[in-house]
């Protein structure tokens, strides 16, 4: 991350830092409608067992109460929404108004109703009560955030007592020769699948770059136990192309 | 219990999800079978499987994982080979360890009403990941297979390919590889090119 008080990083470009809020939500608008298919073809599709490894791990039951944040088009929500049932509640919570939209027309097609509640909201700034969570979740969503202590305090604070967050995120590759490969697939394949599929190579640059600068694991793992998580650890996946960060409130 | 889930464990709790779904799904009475336990966590131990599964009922609809926190309603004991039994002759038989007796009835209940083609699903999956896990299975379909091993290999690399999508196959990798080659190359090539033509072109300029 900068140093510089006033500007942030925005992918390998540093940007004052009011900028990259407004930055980071025309991505994302730009690439709301083919977000699921860009997912899975830059992903191989395996995007979709990191996630149920996610839902795997945190254990949750019927009556729980969860936070997507970032939730974006709503991947984990539902699958959360089904699990916790009609007594619990799954909050979908994102920064981008198109990306909620999308996903809850989305959920709302496959008859998750009744039980999820959609909120447009900064990862900075929670508008939920202290202790309100059993379970929250960040996934993909965490590097955008420009200010990422900020916004692991306020994960903290919304967990309640004995609750887990999980941070799911591009992290660093742990094998040489697959880190020489992935890195130009990232620059250079990605970004063209983007302009192919998408028509539009900048914001899947932006999506490359914005990995990179993404703090490593164990950085990571200290950030969230200077934001006050009383117990953090992590996991690679797909040999740390992924890690998972788990932090527990106790 | 917070042992990390890895592939045969998703695959797994994966497979018997899709099959309560499929057979919710093709029921007649939509799953109304599974009313009486709205909210209950059923934790099953299916030997020979070391991991437990955790069935989330809601909705009259079953999820399942691997991992619960705290703990579940009821937990029963069962094996691999009573889902073969009940497929046949309709009669799920599982041990009550601890819990719940009313919800764990309810639950065995619930299966022996529901119509599951278990064997469709847990021998072509279940049966042959747990092989692949701990070397030994449904014997009379592995038994059949020359290559046991490398059978139930290519049947998980099949099911996560095509059921959760997950794992490219080599085929697919190596396609992939050799795009990225070729279009290094051809960047490459481009890049020379340029390069030619703007030597050309400095060298026709008039100085
Ligand atoms: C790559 S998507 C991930 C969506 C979803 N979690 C998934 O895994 O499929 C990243 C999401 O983060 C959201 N986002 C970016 N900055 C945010 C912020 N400061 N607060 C909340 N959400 C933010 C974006 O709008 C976008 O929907």
Redo the contacts with the bound molecule.
Sequence with gaps: MSQNKNTIDFGFTEVPLEEKVKK?KGV?DSVAGNYDIM?DVMSMGIHRIWKRKTIELSGVRPGNTVLD?????G??TKAFAKRVGKDGKVVLA???ES?VRVGRDRLINEGIVGNVDYTI????ALGFPDNTFDVATI???LR??TNKDKALEELYRVLKPGGQLMVLEFSKVTQPMLAKFYDFYSFNILPKMGKLIADDEASYQYLAESIRMHPDQETLKQMMLDAGFDKAEYINMSEGIVALHRGWKF | MNKQPGLVEIAFSKSFEMAFAAAVHLDEMHGQALSALEGKVIELWIAPVKFPLFCLVNQNRITTQTVLNGEADVTLKTGLRQFRVLAQEGYFEAKYIRGDEVTGQAFIKAMESLEIDWEEHLSHYTGDLVAFKIGHGFRSLLERKQNTKQYAGDTLREYLQFEINALPTRNQVEHFAKDVQQTHAEVEKIAERIQALSNQLSQIKPS
């Design positions: 980071v994302f997912n944040l970032a939730g974006g088009t991947d984990l994102d920064i981008n990306m909201t900064n990862a900075e996934a993909f969503g955008n955030v």
